[in-house]
Each structure stands twice: as C-alpha cells, then as structure tokens.
C-alpha cells in the first residue's frame, strides 16, 4: 500500500491506482473458468462477467431446477408410498435430488439479486487497490482440482451401478435392454409417474448429472469466493507490512524514519473498512448457500460411513467406491470450512503488524484501526446461525460422529 498525505474519502482505500478490469487476476476474470463452466450446467442466468440479465440463460435455468425439483418430489412421494419404513440409505436419494433443487434455486436467486451487486463491489475494490496477485490462479486450482476429481467420482459412481447391472443381468446383451434395466435401477421414481419412455432417457441422465455437478459446484463456488475475500485482506495486510518495515528498518539502521502519519493510517483504516462491508454483502449473498453447502456434507458423510458398516454384504468395487468417495467427501468439507474460515484469519491478521507500529508513528489513527480490527465481526456465516472458523471444522467432526451412533442404532 503506497503512503498518502492527502485526506481519503469514505470507502476509498490507500493505494495505487489499479490496473484495468482486464487484469487477469481481476476479480472478474479470476472467476471467469469455474463460472463458465458453471453456466453450461444451468447455474446464474445472468452475465458471469458484468451480471446483466440474460433471458436464455434464464430459460435454461428455471427449465433444468423445475426438472431437478420434480424429480425430488417424484423420489419422496416413492419412498413415502411404500408400505414399509422408508430404508436410512434408500432414502439418501431423495435428499439428493432436493439438496440439488434447492442449490439449484438459489444459484437462480443469486443471480437475479446478488450477482451484479457482487461484481460492482469486488470491482471497486479491484480499481482502488489494485487485483489481488495470484487471485486467478489460485481459484483455477481449486476449479481444476476439485472439478477433476468430482468427474472421476461421478465415473466410478456409474460403473458401480453399470458394473451391478451386467452381474444381475448376465442376458442382456442389446443396448436397448442395457438402457432399459439402467433406467428401470437408477430413475424408478420417474417410471412410477410416466413409465419407461426411452426419448426421456437422456433428459433424465442429463438432469442426474446436473445435480451432481451442482453439489460439487456450491462447494467450489464458497471456496472461490472465500479465497477472493481472504486474498483481498491479505493484499491490505500486505501492503501496511510492507510500509512499516520500510519504517522499522530506516529506525533500526540509526537513519531518521520518514513516518507514515496520520493520513496514513486513516486511509488505511477506511480501506479495511470498506473490506468489511465488501465481507458483510458476500456473506449476506451466500450465508443460506453455505448453510445448506454444510447441512448437506454433515448428511451424506453421516451416511457414507454407515453404507460402509455393510461390510461383507458390499462387493469390492462397491466398496471401493464407497472408500473414495467419503474420502472426497471429508476432503471437501474441510476445503468448504477452512478457506471460508480464512476470511476471519485474514482479517485479523493486520492486528500483529498494527502492534509492531513504532512508537513515534502511534497516534490516535492508529488506535482507532487496532480497536476496530480487535471487535470488527468479520466472518462468512451459515443463514447467520453460526460463524464458519477453523474451531468449527471440530465442532463437524464432533457433530458427524454423534449422529452417527445414533444412526447405527436406527439402522
């Protein structure tokens, strides 16, 4: 953060005068793969990289969560009619298809009402301060990675399933017949509504796939925005470091420190201000997103792992599915908690450089941004019920294993 003398004005933050938006680790640009990605599956109907309405997208949107929502409803309506209690494990598929109609939704309400006010907020930032370096790569990564290894779960997860069914049926041999008893296995929700057509085949399968991306792509999306808001935190902390240093360094050196004074600090103080705000609008966007992203993982961890208390009755590669996939599963969760709790431990992290302020540099500014860091409440949060740190990834693991015990004993 370059020093200034001149008074700032109220969100302004101190710095150089940022590069244009086309900087690649602009915000905006930073976003750019995982979004794109996310749009060909149906997720924001608006403008990725300016956040204007866009009617085809929007048509593409509400056609897929309306099919995504019937087919939750057709799976509870099917395990609700049976005439014995619905089985724990058997009923994993109806949360599924509702987890994703409902992050499906508010995906479509994101970009309706957030999105745009997203964007303008990171661009200001990214125009006062300067991108964030780093900022694209480190989201590509986290795509890439996460994307990756999803599509290979997603793959192992139907050659179990189609790997069953050739076992089950060894005298199907037609591709009709291996597409009919796929589809008898894996959709009899929507067989019990409209029967078997095949033209509805790929429609369904489309739909199977566009849920499970979604619940893989609300993840990544709370990861991507956690580190763009902690990385924003880091570049100011950054910055000031680098500045006092510079301070320390000529005192200790025995030479006459030019200090930063108060115009300085105050810049800077008004700069952490407005990173505050830039949290608290990213928070109210995502907190029912995270909620849901948390309440959804807690779920399916606690029944993976009593899928695999079926021990002897499970064939090896269905166990070795089931092993993979709660190993992803923990992996990610942690992934969701850690790098949305870095935007607590980021914006505290300017407390250690505040207190290293040399004593001929301390004024009232100065006091008035450490009192500010010490009680601001900078933190993402589930539906504002609970704040996301690296405590709560404990408090998961805690969680998961109660509900476990008293699975077991249901089971």
């Excluded at 076992?167 to 296995?185: G, M, T, V």
């Excluded at 790929?202 to 763009?228: C, H, I, K, Q, Y």
């Amino acid at each position: 953060m370059a020093r200034r003398t001149d008074d700032d004005d109220g969100d302004r933050g101190a710095g150089t005068t940022a590069p244009a938006d086309e900087h690649p680790d602009a915000f905006a640009n930073a976003m750019r793969f995982p979004l794109r990605v996310g749009q060909a599956l149906s997720v924001l109907p608006v403008d990725a990289m300016t956040g204007a309405r866009s009617r085809p997208r929007a048509v593409y949107s509400v056609v897929t969560n309306v099919g995504l929502s019937l087919l939750a409803i057709l799976s509870a309506v099917m395990q609700l009619s049976k005439p014995k209690r619905p089985d724990l494990v058997e009923f994993m598929v109806v949360v599924f298809y509702t987890m994703a109609a409902i992050n499906s939704w508010l995906f479509y309400r994101l970009g309706r009402r957030w999105w745009a006010a997203l964007l303008r907020a990171f661009r200001v930032q990214d125009r006062r301060q300067g991108p964030c370096p780093g900022l694209r790569r480190k989201i590509f990564a986290i795509s890439s990675l996460l994307l990756g290894v999803s599509f290979v779960e997603h793959s192992l997860s139907e050659m179990t399933a189609v790997v069953g069914l050739s076992r089950a049926h060894p005298n199907a041999s037609s591709f009709s017949e291996c597409l009919e008893l796929y589809y008898y296995a894996n959709y009899p929700m929507v067989i019990m509504a409209v029967g078997y057509w095949p033209f509805m085949a790929p429609f369904a399968f489309m739909l199977n796939f566009v849920a499970t991306f979604l619940w893989n792509f609300n993840d990544l999306f709370l990861m991507s925005m956690g580190v763009a808001v902690a990385s924003r935190f880091e570049f100011l902390r950054e910055s000031i470091e680098k500045d006092v240093g510079d301070v320390l360094d000529a005192k200790a050196a025995g030479t006459t420190p030019r200090l930063l004074g108060k115009a300085y600090w105050r810049s800077a103080r008004r700069a952490y201000n407005a990173l505050s705000k830039l949290a608290r609008l990213v928070d109210q966007a995502l907190n029912v997103q995270l909620f849901v992203s948390f309440l959804n993982n807690l779920y399916f961890v606690c029944m993976q792992l009593l899928r695999g208390f079926d021990g002897p009755s499970v064939r090896w590669w269905e166990s070795l599915y089931i092993l993979f996939s709660f190993g992803f599963l923990v992996v990610r969760t942690s992934a969701v908690c850690l790098m949305a709790a870095s935007v607590v431990e980021n914006s505290r992290s300017v407390l250690g450089v505040l207190h290293s302020v040399c004593s001929e540099d301390y004024n009232e500014e100065v006091h008035r941004f450490l009192v500010q860091v010490a009680s601001d409440d900078v933190a993402l949060t589930g539906l504002n019920m609970f704040k996301v740190t690296r405590g709560l990834l404990l408090t998961v693991a805690g969680t998961i294993l109660t509900y476990e015990v008293v699975l077991v004993q249901l089971h």
